[in-house]
């Protein structure tokens, strides 16, 4: 690899752009997609691998490509800088998701019970989250309790593309909270989205064991299809 | 394909900016139950630094070998590790996985 080639990547990871590097097997040679012009059918394989979020290698006109995505940081949006939050997001973040924490409440939202891996929005939780603009490549967890808060962060995330949405509460809270989001005129399809309560049922009690039944659900909700399909049962071999 | 890649790649770049001869070494395929998947990456300096990994540890040591005779020689190698290779005994890929690795030198 030269020097300039990853330079760019690293420009571009920095700026959080996906990309793929593609790497000609066995000499080496290699391109940067989307910013160098490739043949058709190669791009199309690096936006695939892209979407995909998983390398592949690739034989195009007796070549072989391996295609290897760089996809900006999974996102992790915390509606609520409680104490569960304080736990959860360094764990996020040593998951590799950048993780904002939205709480109005200022006296919560602070670098000093949250650390400095955090980013914190002070907003109110609709406009916080309408400017995040979650993505598939966001989770969102709300942990606030208050409806005043939970709720305007539900009606704009139910409605986003976000992969995971989950609400701490009980049943009894949650069912509520189902009337209170139908009434504001979310459909069913929207609710169901919503992970409640929250978290794998591990028994879990402390705030940190709390933050790992969060956290595992998560990672269940992005890759348990896939590894059901690709890898069996059995979840990757350390 | 996380954060860890990331960190991996500015760490490269970081020691070629220090002036050190700098190999990467990245997971190209896997077949069954290999350790870390497509795309793991490990970086090695002529000085002997490391960071990242492309198996379980049973194999960085003879691919940092590998790379430093890239660093020497600047040409690009694709290894095969697996159970039925010698030298995957040798080297002790006791998982009974099978993988390619990719190392290039950066420059």
Redesign the interface.
Known sequence: ???DL??R??AA?AAKRPVALL?R????AQMLFPEDSLPEALAAEAAAALRA?????VSLDGETW?I????P??RLIVVGAVHIAQALVPMAAT??YAVTVVDPRRAFATEERLGSQVAISGDWPDEAMTALGPDSRTAVVTLTHDPKLDDPALEVALRSPAFYIGCLGSRRTHAKRLERLREAGLTEAELEKIHAPVGLDIGAITAPEIAVSILAQIVESRRGAASETARGPKS??? | ??????DI??T??AW?AAGEDVA?A?V??TWG?S?R???SRLVVTASGRMEGSVS?GCIEGAVADVARQTMQNGT???LDFGISDDRAWEVGLA?GGKLKV?V????
């Open positions: 690899m030269t020097p990853l330079a990547l690293n990871r790497t097997l066995p000499d080496g979020d998983k390398a592949r290698n391996f290897h995505p760089h996809n940081p999974l998951l590799g990757e071999k350390q | 394909m996380s954060a860890e890649s990331e790649l500015a490269a770049a070629r990467i990245t190209v395929e139950s350790p998947p497509a795309g379980g690009p190698q694709l998982c990719f290039e030198k950066l420059g």
